[in-house]
């Protein structure tokens, strides 16, 4: 079958937004705008023109990223910013004098007693071919070339370099590590790019800051994941392939494993190989899968179907686990682990199982939960994770479907539940055997992640968030996105309350707020029901809705950014950017900003992007 490339996002929402919106867009009439069509509007066009037998297919289980030797090393002048070996430089916690230096926080390794050395690995963004449908070769964008990504496996207190290369000609990328607690530097800001053939290292400390004097457990991640954050063109990055798993653990959650209240984690290899557990862990994790739920569209060639000028928000006709539509799982008629992750763009999903079974959900975004629940439904709003438990003991023999019961045939907004329409997504084979080898586990009964509550009178700061359309695009409080504009400078230690307002009946926007958990205080004046009262990185605004919000900001400065997690309002600029300030010591007095959206000043190790080059291209950063 013949096959296209992606094809760049041509920058015509940029172009967009610089022109000042719809109505010139349809002045223009000219050059990128020769692609719009009246029906480019609208989620309405050709439906996927494949037939195929769902259920046929395997699931896949990303391999594990494997480590990888850097040369030169993260941290050596040849890897400086500037230079042609590692072009975007390296984060600045390599220089001794740095006031967050990486030797203050590394944890001691359990298994050995010595500090964690660390760990590096390369990621490079890539072309390649996936079978989305049996048959089809679809070109996709991806992570060393496959959507999933390799899933990363990371450990509290160990330090670890991502060196990216872009190795997409056409197109700038940006990793954004979702739900990570990261440096302003490597935190996947848009616009602190990956340029086409260049080079950048990301520096994840997985740090634990110290609470008087204790290591505070109770914000350490679990789940998270990676993917693109271009400025605007996330959403058709994501779209094409570009997201992963990053799973995390830490003292409690090993813990949890040993004792068998939790299985262990998924460990196989780059082919999908399991590998040998490392020292101290006593099976390997067979019962613990991660699964990224997301929804297709193809074209009549095979390659994904994308329209630069959806502004409400992708829509696909094909619902996929880890890059294949329908597939089916074997399991054993025992208990699992799965890591369910919302990852369309605009897609909202209600997931359950076919046979009414509850399931135990114990982890909310990339957070355990302080106790688990039992629930019949799992809400997935773009980028929400959840970490529950599904119990196929008692049924030998049999099958049952994780099956979606949210009905949404706009962008905008899900149109609501309908359980009488469910869409079946996964089959589960439930086998006769459980291998003996490996012990069951059951969730404790007792406190699973403690939970820190933040209280409303903490916060020394109250901003208010307005969520709102204009001119065909996006906004908050009446602007669009831009690099060049701080729009909440914020003491470093501070805690905030935040109100976050849509008004509009019509919209539903899933907004997602970088660097710290934040807790929701209240949901149009109620306090939210489980688990949503705890730990998010993401509030689900539906039609109407104002949410207030606590968030305390620990540990890191510098600028980072807010927005719409529907991936096509973000890139139609519902976003913000806020800059963290340090405070001095000596004083009390808060530092100046790095940043302050005064890229054209800003020294390179900020952000790793030369002055000249920003100079060179203003477009890029508006
Ligand atoms: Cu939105």
């Known amino acids: 079958m013949k096959t296209t490339s992606p094809k760049t996002p041509d920058l015509t929402r940029r172009s967009f937004l610089q022109r000042g919106g719809i109505a010139a867009a349809l002045a223009a009439g000219i050059g990128p705008y020769l692609r719009l069509t009246p029906s480019a509007f609208a989620n309405a066009g050709p439906a996927t023109p494949f037939r195929f037998t769902p259920f046929t297919r395997p699931l896949p289980i990303p391999g594990r990223l494997a480590p ?75 992570y060393n070339g496959s959507t999933p990504g390799p899933t990363i496996r990371a450990r509290l207190g160990e330090p670890m370099v991502i060196r990216t290369k872009n190795e997409l000609a056409d197109t700038e990328t940006s990793l954004h590590l979702h739900g990570g607690h990261t440096p302003s530097h490597a935190d996947g800001h848009p616009c602190f790019y990956v340029f086409p053939n260049q080079q950048r290292d990301y520096f994840y400390p997985h740090i634990a800051p110290k609470v008087n004097g204790v290591q505070d457990v109770t914000e350490a991640p679990s789940t998270m994941w990676y993917h693109d954050h271009g400025n605007d063109v996330t959403a058709h990055n994501v779209t094409q392939g570009m997201a992963g798993f990053c799973l995390l653990t830490d003292t409690l959650e090993e813990n949890f494993i040993k004792n068998r209240y939790l299985p262990d984690v998924d460990l196989r290899d780059s082919a999908g190989k399991l590998m040998l557990t490392p020292a101290g862990a006593t099976q390997q994790g067979l019962y613990d899968i991660p699964l990224a739920f997301t929804d297709q569209r193809l074209n009549a060639d095979g390659s994904i179907h994308w329209d630069p000028m959806d502004h409400d928000g992708r829509l696909g006709d094909l619902f996929t686990v880890n890059g294949v539509t329908q597939p089916f799982l074997n399991v054993e008629p025992r208990k699992y682990r799965f890591r369910l992750l919302g990852c369309s763009p605009a897609r909202h999903y209600v997931m359950r199982l076919s046979n009414g079974q509850t399931m135990q959900q114990f982890g909310n975004d990339s957070w355990l939960l302080p106790k688990a629940i039992t629930t019949s439904q799992i809400y997935l709003n773009p980028a929400r994770r959840a970490d529950i438990v599904v119990d196929f003991s008692k049924l030998a023999g049999k099958t049952i479907y994780l099956e979606n019961i949210m009905q949404q045939t706009s962008g905008r907004k899900a149109d609501g539940i309908d359980p009488k329409n469910p869409v079946k997504i996964i089959k589960f084979n439930v086998g006769k055997t459980v291998n003996k080898a490996y012990p069951d586990f059951s969730l404790p009964t007792g406190t699973i992640r403690p939970h820190t509550n933040i209280a409303e009178s903490e916060a020394t700061v109250t901003r208010y968030f307005d969520f709102n359309r204009s001119n065909g695009a996006w906004q908050i409080n009446g602007e669009f996105y831009s690099a060049y504009r701080c729009d909440a400078q914020i003491r470093k230690g501070a805690v905030e309350k935040w109100v976050l307002r849509n008004s509009s009946g019509g919209w539903w926007h899933p907004i997602h707020i970088h660097v710290e958990s934040h807790q929701v205080l209240r949901v149009n004046g109620k306090a939210p029901s489980d688990p949503f009262q705890f730990k998010s990185d993401h509030t689900q605004l539906e039609a109407n809705t104002t949410a207030e919000i606590l968030m305390k900001f620990r540990t890191f400065d510098g600028p980072f950014v807010f927005h719409c997690h529907n991936n096509n309002h973000e890139d139609m600029r519902m976003m913000k950017q806020m800059e963290i300030c340090g405070v001095n010591p000596a004083t009390g007095a808060t530092n100046p900003p790095h940043l302050n959206g005064q890229w054209f000043s800003v020294p390179p190790e900020i952000c790793g992007v030369p002055t000249d080059y920003i100079k060179k291209h203003p477009g890029l950063f508006s």
């Open 68 to 142: 990888a030797v850097l040369n030169p090393a993260p941290g050596s002048s040849a890897a400086a910013v500037g230079s042609p070996g590692v072009y975007h430089g390296i984060a600045p916690e390599y220089n001794p004098s740095h006031s967050f230096n990486k030797a203050s926080w590394v944890l001691n390794d359990p298994e050995t007693g010595r500090p964690f050395a660390e760990k590096r690995h390369t990621l490079n963004f890539r072309r390649g071919t996936a079978q989305i449908l049996p048959n089809v070769n679809t070109p996709i964008l991806g």
